[in-house]
């Protein structure tokens, strides 16, 4: 058997209706669409949401929340996920994008849950205070980008 004698199953391909080509193709006259009203017209129906009169769904519940669009986004990290990094090593967004620990190229903050053991120089878009004082009890320092 060649690929090129490969067939769909019988009665798996149908052909195309056809409509408004005369009575002889059985879809003649009306095409479908019955007879009068809406949506028997070119451009009939109604629009997306649309429940025939009624209140929509979308104006019957109330809007909640606020989007700042001027907010800032920041890739959090927390502390205790620099432990795999060797003693003395400097880290940026960069290497913590290399290690996976932030995944967007969005400003990074670095949060204080955990403890951190290694002597790390950091430098980061911003830190927590809780973050500043654990990097420097273990040696290490910070570095506001």
Known sequence: ????????????VRRRKIVGKGP???HGKTATRGNKGQNSRTGG???LGFEGGQT?????????GFNNRLRDPFDVVNVERFSIFENGTTISPKEMKEKGLVRSGAKV???????LKNK??????????????KIKA???SVEVL
């Open 1 to 12: 058997m060649q690929i090129f004698e490969i067939k769909p199953a019988k009665g798996a």
């Open 24 to 26: 002889g193709s059985g």
């Open 45 to 47: 129906g109604v629009r």
């Open 56 to 64: 929509p769904i979308y104006r019957t519940l109330p809007r909640r």
């Open 109 to 115: 903050k670095i949060l204080g849950q955990g403890a």
């Open 120 to 133: 790390l120089i950091i430098k980061a878009h911003a830190f927590s205070a809780s973050a500043v004082e």
């Open 138 to 140: 273990a040696g290490g």
